[in-house]
């Protein structure tokens, strides 16, 4: 499949230089991880059923034989496929859990001070978590259901998505059904943000018209989200933002760190080169670097945030024939 592997970024005693490597050797290597690694990425649910194939060595073996690329760069492709971010099912149900017990139960404790010598303190934090609070999407994104289950919250019968809601609804009809439940402060809950062009206007929305504490918990956040929601934290005093889990720069190929990695800077050039080839005429909001030219290198087992490279997602439309990895399934038509 390959002429051979140079591998990009490998450990020498001098930094700026790879330490050399027998090339089937490096190959073989990653051939195994990505074969150990191959049954959770074959879990990928847009890519569970036709046209495109659901196993996922046969997605890597279409991707990286992609037409028209040369040896250099399918060596390229195989090895960031295993740089890829990708986060499992399994993994999203320990965040629904984190985010339980984590910045929900923090949040609840500052709102009402309440203290560990408390003779109530474990039954009251039950009631509040279990009783009076309400936890909503902000997109249907985010399968609620399953945050509910795996908290064991019942008793709650309406967990709508809140941007459909802010396009359709009243805030009035929502802050009549807090009342008539007994539930006195909203957790907003997304699975990704990157940007947070789409969830700050429904944030916005809800504080401005539901006038009640609101927790707005990322399952996975990127910088650029965190810092416009710290500024609104400023803004709203009864606003709070927690992100379940924060990625870091290693998850950018556009972060200043990915500038000494020889890896993500080689993918970054690539994803410039090759962009005319996956999407066709140019988009001043979906280039090289994915949506908001992000760069992120993220994957979810339900889907691949558009703020990913598109070199990773993008399924092309005829004439173009571009065989994604992990394929996306978006909103829009591409």
Known sequence: MFEGHTPYGNPSSDPGRPRPVRPEENFNDLLLELYYFSERFSQFVPALYPPNPPHFLDRLVNWVNNRGLTSKQKRLL????????????????????????????????????????????????????????????????????????????????????????????????????????????????????????????????????????????????????????????????????????????SAFVTSPASSEDPLLVAVRAFANKVHPRIAGKPDPTYGPLGFGDTGAIVVLFSNTPDNTLPLVHHQARPPRTWKPLFPRVSRETS
């Not at 609620?144 to 009035?172: C, K, T, V």
């Not at 439940?181 to 969830?199: H, K």
Request: with cysteine; glycine share 4%.
């Open 78 to 249: 195989f090895e960031f496929a295993l740089r890829l971010l990708y986060f499992t099912f399994e993994d999203f149900i320990q965040l629904y859990r984190n985010t339980f017990i984590g910045p929900v139960t923090r949040w609840i404790i500052d709102e009402l001070a309440l203290g560990l010598g408390d003779p109530d303190f474990a039954a009251r934090i039950d009631r509040e978590r279990l009783r009076r609070t309400w936890y909503c999407p902000v997109t249907d994104s985010m399968v609620i259901s399953e945050f509910y289950h795996a908290n064991n919250i019942s008793g709650i019968d309406h967990r709508p998505a809140f941007r459909p809601l802010s396009h359709f609804s009243s805030a009035n009809r929502l802050k009549e059904y807090m009342n008539r439940m007994g539930l006195v402060r909203l957790v907003l809950i997304e699975d990704f943000v990157a940007t947070g062009v789409q969830s700050i206007k429904v944030v916005r929305w809800a504080l401005k018209g539901l006038k009640c504490p609101v927790l707005f918990v990322p399952l996975i956040s990127c910088p650029e989200a965190l810092a416009k929601f710290r500024r609104m934290e400023r803004e709203y005093s009864h606003f709070t933002f927690e992100p379940a889990f924060s990625l870091d720069d």
